[in-house]
């Protein structure tokens, strides 16, 4: 049993008292928010604009959801890792209890945790149009299945590959490491404020891929992207920030840019907050290219802190503005009647946001 200080992060908006208290609607001309361009119903933005607009309350289902007639179909094939056969987060850990607040720093917790072994799912698609011995670009997805594949995304990709609006790419779907936040492997693998995780794929999982699927991965970063929805989407742009030499396209739906890093980094005391509050904002500008997406009626946590960093709309609203005035090429979507995870809104918009991470690709570099 080891004992941790960790950093308050995420329960659910209820625990701050109310036990049927739900995230209150956050409006478009809210405190807060940047200034908005409104689309029409199904209307996605222009490809060459770096902009925040509003979707919603309505939403139309994107035609490349559905299987389409004459549209090759690619495969999908999984395999396992076991933690006890890596070298990074071995063995993993889990926590039996949430924690209490440390009576020395109420901005900590006290969380006891034990070790774990824990097994991985990995699912690979491979389109059709790809030729063997080629080197191939590749997205990564966190949270991927835990069991069977889920059909979505290949869907989406099998009719974006073939009308050639992005290109042959490899799928490789990552699940997690369990549970979740302070104390458990995937807040772990996730929340952390360095490349860990990043260093992680690419050693632990990238080469099993190749071997096991006779896949050649692509080491340009130009090439790669990576996506995620809550503390994913706060992972694919952990990956991308500080290890810009391996992914330089970011898509996120939710974005935890919250404090939920743990244990206590004092380099980076408000864990992906910093991202707005210091990172970005002070920095000089990297090639990243990043999709951010959030729901009106997304988390809002007080917590028993009252750290003010837990509202994940204001959160987006921040890196909408910080991304904007460091001239980053972004697009920003406040999804209206869209709660976390924003799944109905992701059922419009998704085909158009990866094509837009991925356009531009073999044709110019990201600024």
């Known amino acids: ?69 004459g549209v090759p179909r690619g495969t999908v094939k999984q395999f396992t890792i076991d933690s006890r056969q890596t070298k990074i987060f071995n063995p993993g850990i889990a926590r039996k209890e949430f924690g209490s607040v440390d009576p020395a720093n109420p901005n900590t917790l006290i969380v006891e945790t034990h070790e774990i072994d824990y097994e991985r799912k990995i699912t690979v698609y491979i389109p059709a149009q790809h030729q063997p011995e080629t080197v191939a670009p590749f997205m990564v997805v966190h949270d991927g299945p835990k069991g069977k594949p889920n059909l979505s995304m290949p869907r989406i990709l099998d009719n974006l590959i073939a009308q050639d609006r992005i290109p042959p790419i490899i799928l490789i779907q990552i699940a997690n490491g369990g549970g979740d936040a302070q104390g458990h492997q995937r807040g772990r693998e996730y929340d952390n ?128 503005k910080v991304l904007k005035a460091k001239g980053y090429e972004y697009q920003y979507l406040f999804c209206r009647n869209s709660g976390h995870g924003i799944r109905n809104a992701k059922e419009q918009f998704l085909p158009h946001a990866i094509e837009w991470v991925w356009d531009g690709y073999g044709e110019r570099k990201i600024k």
């Open 1 to 69: 049993m080891s004992r941790f200080l960790l950093l308050f992060g995420f329960v659910l908006f209820a625990t701050a008292g109310n036990s049927d208290a739900q995230p209150p609607v956050r409006l478009l001309d809210g405190p807060g928010a940047p200034p908005f361009k409104i689309l029409q119903g199904g209307e996605s933005p222009a490809m060459d604009a770096y902009e925040n607009y509003v979707i919603g309350p309505d939403y139309v289902s994107a035609p490349e959801n559905r299987v389409s007639d």
């Open 193 to 320: 404020m360095s490349g860990l995780f990043a260093e992680y794929i690419e050693t632990e999982v990238l080469p099993r891929v190749e071997e096991q699927f006779g896949l050649k991965l692509t080491k340009d970063p130009e090439a790669r992207a990576v996506m995620g929805s809550s503390s994913g989407g706060s992972a694919s742009l952990i990956m991308s920030w500080f290890r810009n030499d391996l992914y330089r396209r970011v898509l996120t739906t939710s974005g935890t840019f919250v404090n939920q890093a743990w244990p206590y980094d004092p380099d980076y005391p408000g864990g992906a907050w910093e991202f707005h509050q210091t990172l970005i904002p002070s920095s000089p500008k990297k090639p990243i290219r990043l999709f951010i997406s959030v729901g009106d009626k997304d988390l809002l946590n007080p917590n028993v802190m009252r750290d003010g960093m837990h509202d994940w709309v204001e959160a987006n609203h921040r890196m909408a």
